[in-house]
């Protein structure tokens, strides 16, 4: 069974400081999301990550996936109160299912 | 806004009651799935539809049913609602031709008394 763990599930962030958020799973997948989801609303599709290596960027954040070690990061540079929310990594499991993390609550701080 | 609508935004209704979730997906999407949002169980997936046919299912409590019309649009149907079933329920949908991005819809938040 596909087990996905995000840490630190809260981050309290100052402005302007880099951080990074972790996503381990425990078996083989090929695709790797990550979601943002404010209070009391939706989730926003952020990121999909397909293949071993893969990078992409939008803005202050950035997301990496290493499928050996079954490892993705999503790293934020220089906070700004905006990016407070929840961000899950979800991992796709054979049979079209997506198994998500418990999600990471970011505080920005001024 | 995903493109994805949901109805109703909120529904407040009794233990052993009944009700209803529906869903529309983004035009041209197939595929609808199923999410259940609590404080002690995070997200977790119920069910997925393509083009009218199940094709996954997850944590799906025998009490809970969905399908997928012939335009697309899905229905979660709860029954013999419990307190532990209030929750936030999402639909998705994707087009899997592409990268098979889910796209969440905005929830419909359960309330069971």
């Known amino acids: 069974e596909l087990k996905v763990e995000q840490n630190p599930l809260f981050l309290s962030m100052q402005e302007g400081k880099n951080y990074t958020i972790y996503c381990n799973y425990s078996t083989t997948s090929d695709r790797l999301y990550w979601y943002r989801q404010d209070p009391g609303k939706s989730l926003e599709s952020l990121f999909v990550l397909l293949s071993n290596g893969a990078v992409k960027q939008e803005g202050r954040l950035m997301a990496s996936l290493d499928t050996k070690a079954r490892l993705s990061t999503l790293h934020i540079t220089a906070a700004v109160h905006d990016l407070s929310a929840t961000y899950f990594c979800?991992?796709?499991?054979?049979?079209?299912?997506?198994?998500f993390g418990a999600g990471t609550i970011l505080r920005v701080k001024s | 806004d995903s493109g994805v609508t949901q109805t109703p935004k909120h529904l407040i209704t009794a233990t052993g009651q009944r009700v209803t979730l529906r869903c529309s997906p983004r035009?041209?999407?197939?595929?609808v799935y199923w999410y259940q949002q609590s404080l002690d169980q995070g997200l977790q997936f119920l069910i997925q539809?393509?083009?009218?046919?199940?094709?996954a299912k997850g944590n799906i409590l025998e009490r809970f049913s969905a399908q997928q019309f012939p335009d697309l649009h899905s229905e979660l149907n709860l029954s013999s609602l419990e307190l532990g079933d209030s929750a936030l329920y999402f639909c998705a949908s994707s087009d899997p031709a592409i990268t098979d991005t889910q796209y969440f819809g905005p929830g419909t938040r359960l309330t069971v008394l």
């Open positions: 539809y393509y083009n009218g046919e199940e094709r």
């Open positions: 979800a991992v796709y499991q054979y049979g079209n299912k997506l198994v």
């Open positions: 035009s041209g999407d197939l595929s």
